[in-house]
């Protein structure tokens, strides 16, 4: 099954339909899409509802769908909630765009992978898409790793895997130095080593 985006149809222009307003990632689509003249709307169902969802595709009549939406941050006394959201969540919202024919921009995290001894700090030894997740170190991330292989199994769903993002807004989930980020040795060096190359390039 192939899935065309519907914006080639001249009477159904390009509309994005959004998940994870509130997040960082979600909220800059909706600015480059305002930026660009895009037609987008944010999603008001939560993820693990069906329901909800087929209510935003019915009413919106998207295009393309986007997936921003995880939860995030201190997470031990929401277990259940962390696992409707970055595991269920997903999974549903694939499957029923799947059904509406809907190609779905999956956003995901790189923070499943930690450098090891075949992918040494400074090496530029890169993980692949293939390769097992080696970092559990939050329940997040392991909700995360779960996740990982089953979209795939989904020939609408295209996943964007993201990596401590950088922007020039010096926002909370800015990767320079002198971010919030930067809280323990090992994120340290990671960062400078990014930060100095950027300015080698500059």
């Known amino acids: 099954m192939g899935f065309p985006a519907k914006g080639a149809l001249a009477d159904h222009p390009i509309k994005f339909l959004i998940h994870g307003r509130t997040g960082w ?28 969802l087929e209510r935003d595709i019915a009413e919106v009549r998207p295009t393309h ?18 696992i409707r959201t970055n595991v269920v969540g997903t999974l549903t919202l694939a499957d029923v765009c799947r059904q509406h024919d809907l190609l779905l921009l999956n956003y995901a995290t790189s923070c499943i992978f930690e450098y090891d001894s075949d992918h040494p700090l400074g090496f530029g030894i890169g993980f692949k898409e293939l390769d097992t997740p080696n970092f559990t170190g939050s329940f997040y991330s392991k909700t995360k790793a779960m996740v990982k292989d089953l979209p795939k199994n989904y020939d609408n769903v295209c996943t964007l ?8 807004d010096l926002g909370i989930w800015e990767f320079t130095p002198n971010s919030k980020l930067e809280k323990s040795k090992k994120n340290s060096n990671i960062i400078r080593e990014k930060w100095n190359r950027e300015q080698i390039k500059q």
């Open 161 to 168: 895997r993201v990596r401590m993002p950088v922007s020039s």
């Open 65 to 82: 769908v986007f997936n921003a939406a995880r939860l995030h941050g201190p997470t031990q006394h929401r277990l259940v909630e962390t």
């Open 25 to 52: 990632i979600g909220g800059l689509l909706g600015i480059l899409c305002q930026a660009q003249g895009i037609l987008f709307q944010y999603a008001s169902g939560r993820l693990e509802n069906q329901a909800s």
